[in-house]
Every structure is written in structure tokens, then in C-alpha cells.
């Protein structure tokens, strides 16, 4: 299994060791010794695992308290998966860092906790899988708008927003600037 940093030291891209022959393939989508190893040492609680279509973008979701930290890959089709920094004492505060992941390259992206998280559907269809560090609190979830021109995402193929299909609280999220009072606290917990 190789594990590397991103852009954001942080937020780790994983490629595991595949083994294929005409029957299929094997590989170790959790290691916890692995990953303890490359700086990753996380007790998941929470599996989730969502289908989406095309043009598809789900977040970018935060929790306020019970912050998590999520493994995440695609077992079907391909995605843009975005994570932002959201630690306000880090150098990279406010910076995002993209990766595709798709079952045809098998890579994963550690997001710790302290980071928004989001993805885009880049192929007709995805199967999105991820390990979750702590529940999922409806009551703490914060939603930054994924359009924000101030964090300047590069969301690949949409050249026009309207073609975007987003759940009416992605729609409403807030602009990154309207969620710093609110990190201040949460970068506290972390």
C-alpha cells in the first residue's frame, strides 16, 4: 500500500496494492497498521455508502462538533473528491485539495477531521464508500456553499453551473467567510 501526502500534508492519498488475474482482483481497502504507520490512526464507528448519477455533487459537509474523519473511495464509476482545510491555526486554512478516485484506479483519500469534505460524479454513475471516525450529528452538520468563489474549487466538466444536480441544503450552503466565526470554536475541538 502506498501512501502519500497531498498538497495539504494532512489529507493522504492511498493507492493499495492490487492483485488481478482473470478470476479478478484482491486488494486491502483497511490496514490499521499500514496506516498507523504513514501517521493515520483512526477508529472508524460509521460505514456509509451512496449512489449517485452524473454531475452529481453532495457537500462540502463539516460537523461543528463530533467532527469526523472519513476514508473514502469509489467502488463504482468515478468522482472529483474535494476536501478543504478548516483548521484555522493550520498554514493551509481555506485551501482545498481534489483527487479523482475511481474503481478503475482502486486510490482512496484519508480527510481527517478539521476538513469539508465533498465530491463531484464524473462518470455516468458512482458507488461512493467511506469509513467514518465519529457519527453523523444532523443537529452539527455545516454546509459550505461548493460554488464559493473564494475558496476557487476547480469542479472538472461543469462548465455551467445549472447542470449540477445538488440537495436544496447543498443549494443553501454558506459562504466560507459566513463560516469563520462558527470555525473558530471548531477548530478548537480538534
Not at 498538497?7 to 479478478?24: C, Y
Not at 447542470?163 to 466565526?181: A, H, M, W, Y
Amino acid at each position: 500500500m502506498k501512501i502519500t501526502e497531498t498538497r495539504i500534508p494532512a489529507v493522504k492519498l492511498i493507492e493499495p496494492k492490487v492483485f488481478g488475474d482473470e478470476r479478478g482482483f484482491f486488494m486491502e481497502s483497511w490496514n490499521e497498521k499500514a496506516f498507523r504507520e504513514a501517521g493515520i490512526d483512526a477508529t472508524f464507528v460509521q460505514d456509509n455508502h451512496s449512489r449517485s448519477v452524473k454531475n452529481t455533487l453532495r457537500g462540502l459537509h463539516y460537523q461543528i462538533k463530533q467532527p469526523q474523519g472519513k476514508l473514502v473511495r469509489v467502488t463504482r464509476g468515478e468522482v472529483f473528491d474535494v476536501a478543504v482545510d478548516l483548521r484555522t491555526n493550520s498554514p493551509t486554512f481555506g485551501q482545498w485539495v481534489g483527487e479523482y478516485l475511481s474503481e478503475k484506479n482502486k486510490r482512496m483519500l484519508w480527510v481527517p477531521p478539521g476538513f469539508a469534505h465533498g465530491f463531484l460524479v464524473t462518470s455516468k454513475i458512482s458507488d461512493f464508500q467511506y469509513k467514518c471516525t465519529d457519527f453523523y450529528s444532523p443537529k452539527h452538520e455545516r454546509t459550505i456553499l461548493w460554488s464559493d468563489k473564494s475558496l476557487g474549487i476547480n469542479w472538472p466538466g461543469l462548465d455551467n453551473f445549472d447542470s449540477v444536480l445538488v440537495s436544496e441544503k447543498d443549494r443553501s450552503g454558506l459562504t466560507f467567510n459566513d463560516c469563520k466565526f462558527e470555525l473558530e470554536g471548531f477548530s478548537a475541538l480538534l
